[in-house]
């Protein structure tokens, strides 16, 4: 059984955390500065508050960071500048080189670097959701999830091959998202959008459900 120390239990966090615990391991979090939201979910995924990201990086094997990309090299700077030497994952949705910035960062303190990146929803249930990981020790990582719903695949070749595919995926995702809501809009402006949706029913059936599908997700963006 291995210790990771997940930072922090957001949606995708929180499940994350819960497939290692399902997996078989010890899962911690910590609760300083973090809300009665984040508070909630850790426990209802089965977390152990470790109290502090100082505690976490004490008694972790792993350390896991699942947070908003734009936070993800201010948290790899706090596990490092705690002097953490042991493996740490960032599994946010950044670029090839933030991930690059970030091994640079917790390498410089002693801590060995994988890359992750996720593809799908918050993993509930398996065959929904992957998480790539790149880099020498990407194996390591793997094995923490083989008993829980998030499927890991280990990608070969560059140490930010994992950041490089989110990116690449997200690309044509929310590209294509963006391109049917820019053809509906023009569609609506020329008043020909029923028409549209008429010949789209009759010869691409699947772009009305997506297009209705884009708008929504935008929405409660």
């Known amino acids: 059984m291995a210790t990771i120390g997940l930072l922090h239990p957001g949606e995708m966090g929180a499940s994350v955390g819960a497939s290692g615990r399902a997996s078989g391991h010890r899962v911690l979090w910590a609760s300083e500065g973090r809300g009665a939201e984040t508070t909630r979910r850790a426990g209802a995924a089965g977390l152990e508050d470790a109290g502090t990201v100082a505690a976490i990086v004490g008694a972790s094997d792993v350390v896991l960071s699942v947070c908003p990309p734009h936070a993800a090299i201010a948290v790899a700077r706090s596990v490092a500048g705690h002097g953490f030497r042991k493996l740490y994952v960032d599994g946010n949705a950044v670029s090839p080189a933030t991930s690059r ?115 929504k997700g935008t929405a409660r963006k």
């Open 101 to 215: 910035e970030i091994a640079r960062i917790v390498e410089a303190a002693g801590a060995t670097y994988v890359d992750g990146g996720i593809i799908g929803p918050p993993p509930h249930r398996p065959g929904t959701t992957r998480l790539y990981l790149s880099g020498a020790s990407a194996e390591r990582v793997k094995v923490l999830f083989d008993g829980g719903p998030l499927e890991a695949i280990v990608l070969p070749g560059e140490l930010t091959a994992a950041s490089a595919i989110k990116m690449c995926y997200a690309a044509w995702t929310k590209g294509s998202q963006a391109l049917l809501m820019a053809v509906r809009a023009l569609a609506t402006a020329e008043g020909v959008d029923e028409a549209l949706l008429a010949e789209w029913h009759r010869s691409q059936a699947d772009l009305p459900r997506r297009s209705e599908n884009a708008a």
